[in-house]
T-cell receptor, first 110, second 118 residues
Framework: DVKVTQSSRYLVKRTGEKVFLECVQDMDHENMFWYRQDPGLGLRLIYFSYDVKMKEKGDIPEGYSVSREKKERFSLILESASTNQTSMYLC?????????FGPGTRLTVL | AQKVTQAQTEISVVEKEDVTLDCVYETRDTTYYLFWYKQPPSGELVFLIRRNSFDEQNEISGRYSWNFQKSTSSFNFTITASQVVDSAVYFCALSEGPYSNSGYALNFGKGTSLLVTP
């Protein structure tokens, strides 16, 4: 069974904190993605990665960075969390044609 | 640039009614892929269907059917005899083909919230 896991379902952080969101897939996929989901805006791409140590900016990369040291793990980093980064964060990995999504992390920044 | 429009923000129907969710897309690519995902209240995105740009055949899967028309750049989704369990947010998405530099990232519409009442 395909599996994408995310380290936390719910997370509460304070403004200015450094936040790590972890995503792990067990399918040996090369491409992995981070999206954020906000009401009325749908899902928007933050960053994606083709392979280990490779990363590309998506549509809304400002305020975020990523790390891909191992093929199965793709981390999203909020260097200094702000209240406008309160959102649902979804990780995905893909075969040639289909993306598999993790359960999401609902992050609240106070 | 690619774009996906789901003009219906919310739809409410009574159980057993048929309902169609609209999706219109824009892309300059000749090779692209279209998707529908379901997001139930639990939050997890559930893959429903993928269609590539060279395959305009309509598809039926149980109560679900999809109508892909390149001439109108639409990929509409119909649920026949809706049920309460169909209540969810439905997303249409577009992915560029192998010659783009997007890594097959998905460009999502804003979603249509479907409420099916008994």
């Amino acid at each position: 069974d395909v599996k994408v896991t995310q380290s936390s379902r719910y997370l509460v952080k304070r403004t200015g904190e450094k936040v790590f969101l972890e995503c792990v897939q067990d399918m040996d996929h090369e491409n992995m993605f981070w999206y954020r989901q906000d009401p009325g805006l749908g899902l928007r791409l933050i960053y994606f990665s083709y392979d280990v140590k490779m990363k590309e900016k998506g549509d809304i990369p400002e305020g975020y960075s990523v790390s891909r040291e191992k093929k199965e793990r793709f981390s999203l980093i909020l260097e200094s969390a702000s209240t406008n980064q309160t959102s649902m964060y979804l990780c995905a990995s893909k075969t040639v044609f289909e993306q598999f999504f993790g359960p999401g992390t609902r992050l609240t920044v106070l | 640039a690619q774009k996906v429009t789901q003009a219906q923000t919310e739809i409410s129907v009574v159980e057993k009614e048929d309902v169609t969710l609209d999706c219109v897309y824009e892309t300059r690519d000749t090779t692209y892929y279209l998707f529908w995902y379901k997001q139930p209240p639990s939050g997890e995105l559930v893959f429903l269907i993928r269609r590539n740009s060279f395959d305009e055949q309509n598809e039926i899967s149980g109560r679900y059917s999809w109508n892909f028309q390149k001439s109108t750049s639409s990929f509409n989704f119909t649920i026949t005899a809706s049920q309460v369990v169909d209540s969810a947010v439905y997303f249409c998405a577009l992915s560029e083909g192998p010659y783009s530099n997007s890594g097959y990232a998905l460009n999502f519409g804003k979603g249509t919230s479907l409420l099916v009442t008994p």
